[in-house]
Structure formats: C-alpha cells, structure tokens
C-alpha cells in the first residue's frame, strides 16, 4: 500500500467536520483528511441524525471514515455502506479513551481486548475490498513495546493495510509527550506503513518526526484545528519551497464558522463553531477573551459578530505572515 501523502489530519470528535475540513483544503491540496469518528451503530442503523457527520465533500478526497464500535457484524455492516460513499480508507478506532465508548468495549478497549480486536478487524475486512487501516494508541494502561508489536502483527496478519499509533497509552489522556520511540519501533517491525501521531505543532518538527523515525507519514491533530494551514507549511518544506504563506486570520475563522453555519445542521451549530473556536482563538493575543465572548454565542451569527468585534478592536493582528523553515528536504521527498 503506497499512501497518498506523507500528511494526514487527525480524525477529532466534533471538530473533523465538513466546515473545517473545507478550510483545511483550501489551503493543502495533498493532505489527507478524516471524518470524526462515527458510531457504527448509527452508520448501520441508518440513523438520518447521523448523516451530517457522514457528509462528504468532493474536496475531502483523499479522505478517511473512522468508525468505532465492538460489534463485529455492525462494524462490518458500517464498512459496507461507508465503502459504497467512496474513501480512502476505513479506519478502526483503537484510542478513544472516553467513558462512554470503553464501557461498550470500544475504542482503546479493544487493545485490552486483542480476542475481541481481532474478531472487529477480521469482520472488516471481510466487509470491504478498500483500504482498512487502525488508528491506535500506545497500549490500554502502559506501553509495553513486546506486546505493542505482537498487538500490531496480529493486526496486520488479519489484512489491515496501515497504522496510525499515538504514542501514548490510553490511560494518560494528553498527559506527558508522546513517545515517539515506540512509533520507530513499529515501523522497523511491520511491512506496512505506519504513520506517527502525537504533539506535532510545526512544519520542522514534521520533518523531524519523519526523518528520525522513519515513519511513512505523520498525523497532526490539535494544531491543525488551531492552524488548518499547517499541512500548507509542512508541504512547503518537504518539497524546500521557499514561499511563504500570508493568512488572514479574521477570514479563516469567520468563514470556518460560516461554513459550520450551512454544512451542518442548527443543533450542531453551538457544539461544533464552540469547539473550533476554543482551539483558534489561540492564535490571537487575548485569547482567552475572544473564546469567553464567542462562548457566550448559541448562534454562528453571534458567533461570527464576536470574532469582527475582536478584529476590530485589534486590527494589526489579522494578518500573520509565516517563513519556510529551514532543513528542507532532508526526507528525501
Ligand atoms: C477534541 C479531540 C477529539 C478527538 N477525537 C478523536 C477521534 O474521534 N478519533 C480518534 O482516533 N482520535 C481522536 N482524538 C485524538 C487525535 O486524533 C490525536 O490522536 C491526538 O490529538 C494526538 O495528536 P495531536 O497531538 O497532533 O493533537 C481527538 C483529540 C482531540 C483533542
């Protein structure tokens, strides 16, 4: 399996949405984009409360759909319908730590579950021809590098086509850094391209990450809600551009918002323009401020009003310039 960038944006519950990724692409061609994470449940179930977070763009591509679910026949079930959509991959929640997906097995429970894990992905595959892929965490309570890489054989000797690991256990949450060893480790292992996540916030730590590890790609999660430029600034220095990139922050984030406001249905308008203004906001000087004002907002229009309030009141910071970084093309590419 080849992949189609070197590049993916994280799969984030409530903020992966057709708003975001839109602007995501319009500055990166290349990267690869994820849907949030979908019930299978939902998915099988037909449920039309679920079919905003479905939606696909035609400019999503080269895209993800990652499910999550314990159930072999329902996950296979969501396979089936999600392949007849069109996509790149399905991907296998294997990290999600929230309470209420590990209570139903789901999640990052299923790697302290391999029996079970191994029942979901076998039923998957059997499901779809297309890609399948697993985004995974480090472990479920430690990251005990023997039984990661027997975890991970198991799953590539039941067809999965490529891996996303986090290099944290389950249990930290987003406690301490994300160990990046574990993903070298991996790669040296597996036959399949593994793709590293965890804590990347700039182009040149990309590059790093890349360089260091010898990973086929890496993931960027947080900071590319808070910069949905960042892909642009990674491609710029894998290549050795020397372009920098002029961004208007006042334009990205009320057209961010604007777009939650028509891709996605009014009960998802608070949740979802809250949830990407928390992360940026915090490209702005007094943050803090501007996501208390916009937080107070039920509506995107509200919300969209606060954030020209803030620009108004502080006009020198709309516009941020970024420079290429430096060791361009050390990855070969
Ligand atoms: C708000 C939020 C929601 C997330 N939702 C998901 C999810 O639905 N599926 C998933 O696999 N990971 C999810 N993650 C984890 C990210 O995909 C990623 O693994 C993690 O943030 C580490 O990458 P980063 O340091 O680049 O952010 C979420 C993370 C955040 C912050």
Not at 67 to 80: E, H, L
Not at 221 to 244: D, H, N, Q, T, Y
Not at 309 to 315: A, H, K, L
């Amino acid at each position: 399996m080849i992949l189609p960038s070197r590049l993916f944006c994280a799969p984030m519950a409530e903020l992966t949405t057709p708003a975001l990724r839109g602007t995501i692409r319009r500055f990166s061609k290349g990267a690869v984009l994820c849907s949030e994470m979908l019930s299978a449940g939902a998915i099988a179930a037909h449920s039309p409360h679920n079919e905003p977070l479905v939606r696909k763009l035609p400019g999503d591509d080269p895209f993800i759909y990652q499910i999550v679910g314990s159930n072999p026949r329902v996950m296979a079930d969501a396979c089936r319908i999600l392949e007849a959509r069109g996509c790149f991959s399905i991907d296998i929640n294997m990290g999600c730590a929230a309470p209420d997906i590990l209570k139903t097995g789901a999640g990052a429970q299923l790697l302290a579950d391999p029996a079970r894990a191994r029942e979901v992905v076998a039923a998957c595959r059997a499901a779809t021809a297309g890609a399948l892929s697993v985004k995974m965490r480090a472990g479920f309570e430690d990251a005990d590098g023997k039984r990661l890489l027997g975890f991970c054989a198991m799953l590539h000797g039941e067809g999965v086509n490529f891996i996303t690991l986090h290099g944290r256990h389950a249990k930290l949450g987003f406690r301490r850094s994300a160990d990046w060893k574990l993903v070298s480790l991996l790669k040296k292992a597996l036959p399949i391209p593994v793709i590293g996540n965890g804590d990347i916030t700039a182009p040149d730590q990309a590059l790093a990450r890349l360089r260091e590890t010898g990973c086929d790609a890496v993931m960027l999660g947080r900071e590319a809600v808070k910069s949905p430029w960042i892909f642009a600034l990674c491609e710029r220095a894998l290549s050795g551009s020397a372009e920098p990139l002029r961004v208007d922050l006042y334009e990205v984030f009320t057209e961010t918002l604007r777009a939650i406001g028509t891709l996605l249905p009014e009960r998802l308008h608070k949740s979802r323009g809250h949830r990407f203004a928390f992360y940026f906001s915090g490209n702005v000087h007094f943050s803090h401020d501007l996501f208390t004002r916009i937080r107070r907002e039920n509506s995107i229009d509200a919300m969209t009003r606060a954030v020209e309030g803030y620009f108004d009141r502080n006009p020198g910071e709309q516009i941020r310039e970024f420079q290429p970084v430096e060791g361009e093309n050390q990855c070969g590419s």
